[in-house]
């Protein structure tokens, strides 16, 4: 493929790309195939000739479409959204004809420059701290991640080593193998997988923290487990609450810190959710961040999903509590209209986690998404698209309300609702897999204290009141017939 045909090539790209978009809510949602299809469809080996354009693009059609669940369908409302918008494939596009490989200053200046503008200005969005603004003299700043899980492990990682140093810098005869079999690590009874997948990384013990009816980590508990901890010669090192988290590092004076002859080093770290995976539940920061604050200690807060939604005055007081904080970290590629992957970390002190920015030596350009996105939506045009979909949330959750057979289980704070078919665990389970066969919208579930509970998240950028309304005529039709069937 040459320049000529790339441009051809690329302008019938660019025009599949728009039908398929404009197009996709006639598509099933959901596809209908069982795991392994792929491979009969396509050779055992890659082709020994080239072969043409026009046969790869038929494929795509006959091989992969079929195979697509379609995350920026109107009827998608499972897991949380996956941001798309015009803007931001044709960033994406000039990123990978630039292909550079960012992994200094010099490697490609404006690759790293802009990703630091690019940070401060989402981080006036959400009126962080100036603390943690870089501008041209600042101490702290931000960087692109690829996920949130990165940020987590990574913030472990820094949060560990941190410990380690400021242990042997009291006690140089302590090895660092001795002192990490006593950090303890802490994480939501609601946390994502890869919080714990970062604590088997970190090689850190990991115990979970019971939440409230509201399924939020409170001040008392967290307290009452350090204090155990403590007082069992371990070292208490790191909390993380799910997808959205605060990491903390405390010094403690302890039986185990003066094992180690060391007074006021012993590390703590908390993390703080602020939007869990199951129900967007969020943890108390202004009542954990003082304890932090007490217990001279480093908060992570990490809010994946819900953290787009605090450039909306408000919802900005969910993120009240961040000037104890040490860094933050939210998913723009979730609701911020920036297509994966970026992921926004910021910290207050460049220095405490400079050897632990990213965990691979390659960037690519993201900061470009973000620069084309926020430049032609505007901090407005970015408002309304998150306060359209809280909007069309809550118009669910009243259609909900109003069917007495149904429950919401959590509160409706942004664009998620937890709801369930009053009755067994088996009979929502039933309803859920009579969904998804239908493959006319998707859901996912969760358990909340227990119950089996459907997750209903407002996710494509084109969703609609119509297909709201849409969505819950066919899960109420699904449940009549259902209901029918079990009184039989």
């Given at each position: 493929m040459d320049a000529a045909e790339f441009r051809r090539r690329g302008k019938e790209m660019v025009d599949y790309v728009a039908d398929y978009l404009e197009n996709i809510e006639k598509r099933p949602v959901y596809p209908?195939?069982?795991?392994?299809?792929l491979r009969s469809l396509i050779p055992n080996e890659a082709p020994l000739e080239p072969e043409s354009y026009e046969d790869i693009i038929k494929d795509v059609e006959r091989v992969i479409m079929p195979g697509v669940t379609h995350w920026h369908s109107p009827y998608f409302f499972a897991y949380f959204?996956?941001?798309s918008s015009y803007p931001a494939m044709v960033a994406d596009m000039l990123c990978g004809a630039i292909g550079c490989i960012g992994f200094s200053w010099a490697a490609s200046p404006a690759c790293?420059?802009?990703?630091?503008?690019?940070l401060d200005w989402l981080g006036k969005m959400l009126q962080l701290p100036e603390c943690f603004i870089a501008g041209t003299h600042g101490r702290g700043g931000g960087v692109i991640q690829g996920t949130a899980s990165e940020a987590t492990l990574i913030s472990l990682l820094a949060a560990r080593c941190k410990a380690?140093?400021?242990v042997q810098t009291i006690n140089a005869k302590k090895s660092e193998s001795e002192i990490l079999s006593k950090l303890?690590?802490?994480?939501?009874?609601?946390?994502h997988s890869s919080v714990e997948r970062a604590a088997l990384i970190g090689a850190v013990m990991m115990r979970k923290v019971p939440t409230d009816n509201r399924y939020a980590v409170r001040r008392e508990m967290l307290?009452?487990?350090?204090?155990e901890d403590k007082a069992a010669g371990l070292i208490p090192f790191y909390q993380c609450l799910t997808a959205a988290v605060t990491v903390v590092t405390v010094k403690l004076e302890t039986q185990e810190t003066r094992h180690f002859g060391v007074s006021n080093i012993c590390m703590f770290q908390f993390c703080a959710t602020l939007g869990t995976t199951p129900s967007c539940a969020f943890d108390h920061l202004t009542e954990l961040g003082p304890l932090c604050n007490e217990e001279?200690?480093?908060?992570h807060i990490d809010a994946a999903y819900a953290g787009s939604a605090f450039i909306c005055p408000e919802f900005r007081p969910l993120l009240n509590g961040v000037e104890f904080a040490d860094s933050f970290n939210f998913n723009p590629h979730k609701w911020l209209l920036v297509n994966f992957d970026c992921s926004a970390m910021w910290v207050k002190e460049r220095a405490d986690i400079i050897g632990h920015w990213q965990i691979?030596?390659?960037?690519?350009?993201?900061?470009?998404?973000?620069w084309f996105v926020f430049r032609m939506y505007g901090l407005k045009g970015l408002q309304a698209h998150i306060r359209k979909q809280v909007a069309l949330a809550k118009e669910f959750e009243s259609l909900v309300r109003a069917d007495k057979r149904f429950e919401i289980c959590a509160e409706v704070v942004l664009g998620l609702v937890c709801f369930r078919l009053k009755g067994s665990n088996e009979l929502n389970q039933e309803l859920l897999k009579r969904i998804t066969k239908s493959r006319e919208i998707h859901l996912v579930p969760c358990q909340l204290s227990g119950r089996f509970v459907l997750r209903f998240a407002i996710c494509a950028r084109t969703t609609e009141s119509h297909h709201i309304q849409q969505a819950w005529q066919h899960i109420t039709q699904l449940t009549f017939e259902l209901l029918q069937e079990a009184s039989h």
């Amino acid at each position: 493929m040459d320049a000529a045909e790339f441009r051809r090539r690329g302008k019938e790209m660019v025009d599949y790309v728009a039908d398929y978009l404009e197009n996709i809510e006639k598509r099933p949602v959901y596809p209908d195939l069982e795991p392994g299809y792929l491979r009969s469809l396509i050779p055992n080996e890659a082709p020994l000739e080239p072969e043409s354009y026009e046969d790869i693009i038929k494929d795509v059609e006959r091989v992969i479409m079929p195979g697509v669940t379609h995350w920026h369908s109107p009827y998608f409302f499972a897991y949380f959204p996956a941001a798309s918008s015009y803007p931001a494939m044709v960033a994406d596009m000039l990123c990978g004809a630039i292909g550079c490989i960012g992994f200094s200053w010099a490697a490609s200046p404006a690759c790293t420059e802009l990703e630091t503008v690019m940070l401060d200005w989402l981080g006036k969005m959400l009126q962080l701290p100036e603390c943690f603004i870089a501008g041209t003299h600042g101490r702290g700043g931000g960087v692109i991640q690829g996920t949130a899980s990165e940020a987590t492990l990574i913030s472990l990682l820094a949060a560990r080593c941190k410990a380690v140093r400021r242990v042997q810098t009291i006690n140089a005869k302590k090895s660092e193998s001795e002192i990490l079999s006593k950090l303890v690590a802490y994480t939501s009874d609601q946390a994502h997988s890869s919080v714990e997948r970062a604590a088997l990384i970190g090689a850190v013990m990991m115990r979970k923290v019971p939440t409230d009816n509201r399924y939020a980590v409170r001040r008392e508990m967290l307290k009452k487990m350090v204090e155990e901890d403590k007082a069992a010669g371990l070292i208490p090192f790191y909390q993380c609450l799910t997808a959205a988290v605060t990491v903390v590092t405390v010094k403690l004076e302890t039986q185990e810190t003066r094992h180690f002859g060391v007074s006021n080093i012993c590390m703590f770290q908390f993390c703080a959710t602020l939007g869990t995976t199951p129900s967007c539940a969020f943890d108390h920061l202004t009542e954990l961040g003082p304890l932090c604050n007490e217990e001279n200690m480093w908060m992570h807060i990490d809010a994946a999903y819900a953290g787009s939604a605090f450039i909306c005055p408000e919802f900005r007081p969910l993120l009240n509590g961040v000037e104890f904080a040490d860094s933050f970290n939210f998913n723009p590629h979730k609701w911020l209209l920036v297509n994966f992957d970026c992921s926004a970390m910021w910290v207050k002190e460049r220095a405490d986690i400079i050897g632990h920015w990213q965990i691979p030596l390659g960037r690519r350009f993201r900061s470009l998404k973000m620069w084309f996105v926020f430049r032609m939506y505007g901090l407005k045009g970015l408002q309304a698209h998150i306060r359209k979909q809280v909007a069309l949330a809550k118009e669910f959750e009243s259609l909900v309300r109003a069917d007495k057979r149904f429950e919401i289980c959590a509160e409706v704070v942004l664009g998620l609702v937890c709801f369930r078919l009053k009755g067994s665990n088996e009979l929502n389970q039933e309803l859920l897999k009579r969904i998804t066969k239908s493959r006319e919208i998707h859901l996912v579930p969760c358990q909340l204290s227990g119950r089996f509970v459907l997750r209903f998240a407002i996710c494509a950028r084109t969703t609609e009141s119509h297909h709201i309304q849409q969505a819950w005529q066919h899960i109420t039709q699904l449940t009549f017939e259902l209901l029918q069937e079990a009184s039989h």
